[in-house]
């Protein structure tokens, strides 16, 4: 029986998974990323993988790959950016490597066998230093014609108010993204505007103040506009964010005026495998086919 191997390539650490034909786990090591190089960064993928033995390999990154060059872009870990990493991860294991953008594979572990099991559209979303999403259709990521299906995070924010202006810089070039209002560091700098105080993501969600209030009708506000496109069974949210528990009551409570639907039959719920679900959901690129 064949193991299904998952590599979760992230800026800081890479860690890798081993998933037995039963669905157990049965290795799983931590490493730190080799920031910054190349070479390194692909033969610490081929160490770990190495170690597991044989088994499908799949690996999730930040960013995509190009549907036209089969280059990667989008990534914050830049030394990934224009480089065929695909080819090069293969050419150092020694077998086909199925690469997938990180938020994608979390989605792909909730759906799997987390928090959206059983449901038939999935969108999973990462509030964490960064916005970013994935979706998951019966069972299968939707990788798109541009390779950026679900990624939200650049969108504008959805009817602004003048209580969201100025439009804040966004490190993507625009001004106003979902993600300069919703990632944690966004949520500081929301704070720090309206109070002048610099804090932390989770000393200000521990205020309960209306810098979070803002937060969660912003979050909704944003997901009501990802809904009336997709309209999903259920959105998971991922990131650490995502530890924030009133969020699940208070963001469905304000949507409700937001959705183009008399009634929201759309469940907003936490991670059922947390930090795991970057990991695990490499390993389930192999269950598609
Ligand atoms: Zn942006």
């Known amino acids: 029986m064949s ?12 860690e890798a998974l081993a998933i037995d034909a039963r669905g157990r786990e049965i290795f799983r090591k931590r490493i730190p990323t080799p920031r910054g190089d190349y070479a390194a960064t692909i033969a610490a993928v081929a160490s770990l ?18 549907q036209v060059t089969g280059l990667v872009k989008n990534a ?3 030394w990934l950016i224009g480089k065929p990493l695909k080819d090069d991860l293969e050419k150092a294991v020694g077998r086909e490597v199925r690469l997938e953008n990180d938020a994608n594979c979390f989605a792909l572990s909730e759906a799997t066998d987390g928090a959206g099991k059983g449901a038939r559209v999935v969108f999973g979303v990462i509030l964490g ?3 970013g999403g994935g979706i998951v259709a019966d069972g299968k990521v939707v990788t798109g014609a541009n390779a950026i299906a679900g990624e939200w995070g650049h969108n504008p924010l959805p ?21 300069a209002y919703l990632s944690g560091p966004g949520l500081s700098r929301d704070h720090e505007a309206r109070t002048g105080q610099r804090l932390s993501p989770e000393a200000i969600v521990s205020l309960a ?27 998971v949210l991922g990131g650490g964010m995502s530890n924030v528990a009133r969020l699940y009551t208070e963001v469905p409570r304000l949507w409700t005026r937001q959705v183009f639907s008399d009634h929201v039959a759309t469940r907003l719920a936490p991670p059922v495998h947390g930090d795991s679900s970057g990991v695990r959901g490499a390993a389930w690129l192999w269950e598609e086919s």
């Open 3 to 14: 193991l299904r191997i998952g590599v979760d390539l992230g800026g800081t650490k890479i």
């Open 49 to 66: 993988v190495k170690e597991i033995g044989p088994g499908t390999v799949g690996v999730g990154i930040p960013g995509a790959l190009s």
């Open 76 to 78: 914050n870990s830049t």
């Open 129 to 131: 230093t960064g916005v």
């Open 159 to 179: 009817a602004p108010t003048a209580a969201d202006l100025p439009h804040p810089d966004c490190y993507c070039g625009r001004k106003g993204c979902i993600e």
């Open 209 to 235: 103040d209306e810098s979070f209030e803002r937060y969660a009708e912003r979050l909704a506000r944003s997901l009501a506009g990802v809904m009336n496109v997709l309209d999903p069974d259920v959105i």
